[in-house]
């Protein structure tokens, strides 16, 4: 016989459910419409899909490993320069105030958020970069089809998180060419880079490669002269511009100003030689850890050799292995294989 304390906490699933379409615009995603898991299992009785997802995301290996891989700045010395956690955390933060202020789903917009940068490799761009040209001949490598690829099949030694199709969806097509199916995973597109352009300028000016007079005034006159002031502006934007619509917009004079301070960081910091004259020193530590394994695959920790052995191409183990480096594990692994040993008696 079922207590009635057993009864109302199978109920808290369903009740939540059943709130969100009270609450929630009519052009939310509702949890109990999810287009499901691959792998069908029972859920949970308290948690609604989309919340159980954010959850395996925040409590999974690959999401721990952010915290010490590069944003912008490699390994820089200083405390309160961004990771790529830290820029994971404040794109979850944007996207989550405007889910809110639009009623739509906060909970998958919270989970595409914390998963959307997983597969990202050590060194940033610089590290993504130099395995895109080394595995071009087997497809490349793009950090957001690697998040995707974690979150199927490299998390829990090869059995995935077994998150829904939203969730992967919003992951996958957080990129700037590409269009997520749901309105919640378009917010994190856009969080993505209202995060990063607003905490690259930070960090740049931090690091002194910026001043925030050198912005352009043809730009922060419309969004604002300071992080508070832009990041208040493009949030404000986007709520009143996709209020009870099914798309989320921004208006022309704010969204060009975006890309073009966007454009601006990409002439100034992203190429800028002292912020990436160690990035040539990046392709190269990354070129011969890929040959490295290649032509020592014995040498692969265990569930990588596991993948080989179950008919994963040994290019692609490989790198999977280097992406989910972090910047100093890679760092320290490199000079153990390369750089000869003292000898000691």
Not at 13 to 28: C, D, G, P, T, V
Not at 236 to 245: A, G, L, M, R, T
Not at 288 to 300: D, F, M, N, S, V
Not at 319 to 333: E, Q, R
Request: aromatic share 8%.
């Amino acid at each position: 016989m079922v207590s009635f304390e057993e009864k109302e906490t199978e109920n808290l699933r369903q009740k939540q459910e059943e709130r969100e379409h009270i609450f929630l615009s009519r052009y939310a995603s509702f949890a109990d419409m999810s287009k499901g898991r691959d792998k069908e299992e029972q859920q949970c009785d308290i948690r609604t899909d989309y919340q159980r997802d954010r959850d395996r995301i925040l409590h999974c290996k690959s999401f721990r490993r952010l915290k010490d891989k590069t944003q912008v700045f490699l390994d820089p010395e200083g405390d309160h320069y961004r990771t790529r956690l830290t820029h994971t955390l404040e794109v979850a933060q944007n996207a989550r105030t405007i889910a809110r202020a639009l009623r739509l789903n906060e909970d998958l917009t919270e989970a595409i958020a914390l998963g959307h940068d997983l597969g990202h490799t050590p060194f940033g761009h610089a590290g993504e970069r130099a395995l895109n040209r080394i595995t071009e001949s087997v497809g490349g490598f793009h950090h957001n089809e690697q998040s995707v690829r974690i979150v199927e099949f490299l998390e829990k030694d090869g059995q995935g998180l077994n998150l829904t199709k939203e969730v992967r969806d919003g992951i996958l097509n957080h990129q700037t060419s590409l269009t997520p199916h749901t309105l919640e995973g378009k917010i994190v597109r856009l969080s993505d880079k209202i995060a990063y352009i607003n905490s690259d300028i930070d960090d740049a000016i931090r690091a002194g490669i910026l001043k925030e007079e050198e912005l352009p005034k043809e730009f922060t006159d419309v969004l604002g002269n300071s992080t508070n002031k832009r990041l208040n502006t493009l949030v404000h934007d986007i709520v009143h511009n996709s209020e009870d619509k099914d798309d989320i917009c921004m208006s022309d004079e704010v969204q060009k100003s975006m890309y073009g301070l966007r454009k601006f960081l990409f002439r100034n910091v992203y190429t800028n030689p002292a912020a990436k004259g160690e990035e040539r020193k990046v392709a190269n530590m990354i070129e011969q850890l890929y040959e490295y394994y290649i032509h020592h695959t014995g040498k692969l920790p265990g569930e990588f050799k596991n993948y080989i052995r179950q008919g994963e191409d040994t290019e692609r183990v490989v790198c999977d292995f280097i992406a989910g480096m972090s910047d100093k594990y890679a760092v320290n692994l490199y000079k153990d294989i390369m750089i000869p040993k003292s000898w000691g008696i």
